[in-house]
């Protein structure tokens, strides 16, 4: 595998960083848009900070990975790590997949770009995981579910066979979604939801 930077060096980016160490993964460094030199500190494994976002572009896009260490809340920062995907894949890079050691992944579930599988996730067969994904910690996704593009399912979250998950939506810790249901794009479900209909923002 080649080389890595993550970006961002919030939780998110240190829960990454820790996977990474595991599996023995070559990180060059960590960008932040503070720049605050005392991140640089055991939290990072003393990794050096390499700049801005845009300390990227001085690495030609064929010899490095980059890894997302942006995390996708709801509020003012929703979209950010959309954003920053679309904004290096636009420039050619290449996002690494992220598989902690821990979870448990059946033969045939395919992971698009720039997917994150964090510790304790199980998936089951057929499923397919889009680009940009985050399945958090101890989530269980059963067979042939379909997840789109940046989705984040947070920790805990339940997901059973069948569903059907559009772009850009967030699924809150500790949901349950029900078998067969269809969950749109852009969609905020709140932590603890049980969906056992279609669920939509449409009003």
Do not use: W
């Not at 939780?11 to 605050?36: E, Y």
């Not at 950010?80 to 690494?96: E, L, N, Q, S, V």
């Not at 997840?147 to 059907?164: D, E, K, M, Q, Y």
């Amino acid at each position: 595998m080649k080389p890595v930077i993550i970006i961002g060096a919030g939780g998110h980016a240190r829960v990454l960083l820790d996977t990474l160490s595991q599996v023995s993964c070559t990180i060059l460094g960590f960008t932040s848009l503070c720049l605050q030199r005392n991140i640089t500190s055991d939290a990072f494994f003393e990794l050096p900070l390499l700049g801005t976002d845009e300390q990227v572009f001085s690495y030609p896009p064929e010899t490095i990975y980059l890894v997302n260490g942006l995390g996708m809340v709801p509020g003012s920062g929703f979209l950010r790590r959309r954003d920053i995907y679309h904004k290096f894949k636009h420039k050619g890079y290449t996002f690494a997949n992220i598989v902690h050691p821990s979870a448990v992944l059946a033969a045939n579930v395919t992971l698009l770009e720039g997917a994150q599988i964090m510790a304790g996730a199980v998936i089951q067969t057929g499923t397919v995981i889009g680009e940009n994904c985050i399945i958090n910690t101890r989530t269980a996704v059963d067979h042939d579910v379909m997840i789109g593009s940046h989705v984040h399912l947070a920790p805990g979250t339940t997901v059973c066979g069948n569903v059907t998950i559009g772009d850009g939506t967030f699924v809150g810790a500790g949901s349950t979604i029900v078998q067969g249901i269809e969950i749109g794009a852009n969609c905020i479900i709140r932590a603890g939801s049980v969906i056992k209909h279609k669920f939509t923002n449409s009003p």
